[in-house]
Nanobody
């Protein structure tokens, strides 16, 4: 069993930055591809970025060049550095494996971009 806990969300003005963290416990974190997902009000959950066990990354076109995904396997933690935030980035952000496991969805962390 894996437990995933997201943190770091908040209210930020357009153009601002936030750094999200995903702390993992349970099974060996380092062997899994991981990802950040988000769900905006009234919309389906979408993939934001993923990172392989070896550190290869992929990004949704909407965040490419603004967001950076990373992981620290020694700390069982994954991060999402979000820069140049836009109002359309407002959503609840979740971490999970890639592909996701339904049982591992956590509470997420709310990111609100507004002036």
């Amino acid at each position: 069993q894996v437990q995933l806990v997201e943190s770091g969300g908040g209210l930020v003005q357009p153009g601002g930055s936030l750094r999200l963290s995903c702390a993992a416990s349970g099974r060996i974190f380092s062997i899994y591809a991981m990802a950040w997902y988000r769900q905006a009000p009234g919309k389906q959950r979408e993939l934001v970025a993923d990172i392989s066990s070896g550190g290869n990354t992929n990004y949704a076109d909407s965040v490419k060049g603004r967001f950076t995904i990373s992981r620290d396997n020694a700390k069982n933690t994954m991060y999402l550095q979000m820069n140049s935030l836009k109002p359309e980035d407002t959503a609840v952000y979740y971490c999970n494996m890639r592909p996701y496991r339904e049982a591992y969805w956590g509470q997420g962390t709310q990111v609100t971009v507004s002036s």
